[in-house]
C-alpha cells in the first residue's frame, strides 16, 4: 500500500471526522447520546449480557445513509465498483492503511501493548443488506502492518445466536473462535458499524477464548443525525470541517504521530 496517500487523497471529502469520547458523545462508539447517558442507547444495548465486551471502538470516518456524507457507505455496503475510476477493495485498503499508519500508537495505547493478532467477522451479516459481501479478509492483506498479524480465527457461531445479531441484540454465540486466543491483543477490523452487536459479541467470544484485550477498527461508523440533538450536532460540525487523518477520536488533541510520506 505505498500509494495510500495518493488513493485516499481526492476523496477526502467523503471522510467525515470522528469526534472524541466527551459529553454528547457515546464513550465507546462516538454517536450522539441522548439525555446524560455516556452511552448511546444501542452501546446500551450491545454491551449487555456479554461475557466481556470491550469499550474500544474506534471508527476512521462517520457516515449516513442517505444524502450528503452518504458516498461512504454507498461503497461500504456495496459489492460492486462504484462509477467511475474508485475501485472498492483499494480504496478501503488504502483508507486502513493511512489510518492505520498515523494511528498505530493510539490503537496500541488503547490495547494495553502491542498487538499480537489482527482479525475480522466472518459473514453472519444478516442485520446487512442482502448486497454486502465481506472484503475485508482481502482489505486487511493489501495493509502491510495488518497483514503481518492477520488469524482468521472467528468462525460463523450458532443460527439461533445469528438471529439475535439481526435483531441487533449481542450474543457471542454467534461466533466461533478456533482454537484459544490466550493472552492475545487483538485487532479487530470491520468495514461497517451500525449498531455494534456484531463487533461487541464478536470481542466477547474472543475473550471467552482467551484474549486479553480487543481494540475494534471500523472504517465506517453510520450514524442516524435524526436521532437525537446530540447525533445532529455531531454529524453537522464532522459536514462542515475537512477531514484529516492527522486527527482520531482516540482524544482531543492531534497525535504526536505524524502521518508521513508512505512510499
Ligand atoms: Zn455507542
Ligand atoms: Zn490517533
Known amino acids: 500500500m505505498g500509494d495510500a496517500r495518493a488513493v485516499t487523497e481526492p476523496y477526502l471529502q467523503i471522510l467525515r471526522e470522528v469526534p472524541p469520547a466527551g ?80 494511528h498505530a ?40 502492518d495488518l497483514r503481518r498479524l492477520h488469524r482468521p480465527v472467528l468462525l460463523p457461531g450458532s443460527a439461533a445466536a445469528a438471529e439475535n445479531l439481526a435483531r441487533r441484540r449481542p450474543d457471542e454465540r454467534a461466533f466461533q473462535v478456533m482454537g484459544r486466543v490466550d493472552g492475545a491483543r487483538v485487532l479487530l477490523v470491520d468495514d461497517l458499524f451500525v449498531s455494534g452487536a456484531h463487533v461487541q459479541s464478536a470481542a466477547s467470544a474472543l475473550h471467552l477464548a482467551g484474549a486479553r484485550s480487543v481494540v475494534a477498527l471500523v472504517i465506517a461508523r453510520l450514524v442516524f443525525p435524526r436521532a437525537n440533538g446530540n447525533t445532529a450536532r455531531i454529524w453537522g460540525r464532522a459536514s462542515a470541517e475537512r477531514f484529516s487523518f492527522d486527527r482520531c477520536c482516540c482524544s482531543g488533541a492531534p497525535t504526536v504521530d505524524r502521518a508521513t510520506d508512505f512510499g
Open 23 to 102: 459529553p454528547g458523545v457515546c464513550r465507546i462508539c462516538h454517536t450522539g447520546t441522548d439525555g446524560p447517558f455516556e452511552l448511546c442507547a444501542t452501546c446500551r444495548i450491545t454491551t449487555q449480557g456479554l461475557h466481556r465486551h470491550t469499550e474500544h471502538v474506534v471508527p476512521v470516518s462517520l457516515c449516513v445513509r442517505d444524502g450528503d456524507g452518504a458516498q461512504l457507505h454507498a461503497i461500504v455496503t456495496r459489492r460492486r465498483d462504484p462509477p467511475g475510476s474508485l475501485r472498492r477493495v483499494p480504496f478501503l485498503a488504502a483508507t486502513l492503511a493511512r489510518f492505520h499508519q498515523a
Open 105 to 144: 500508537a493510539c490503537l496500541t495505547r488503547l490495547a494495553g501493548g502491542p498487538f499480537t493478532m489482527v482479525t475480522t467477522l466472518p459473514g453472519t451479516s444478516l442485520d446487512r443488506p442482502v448486497e454486502v459481501f465481506a472484503p475485508m479478509p482481502r482489505v486487511v492483506d493489501l495493509v502491510g
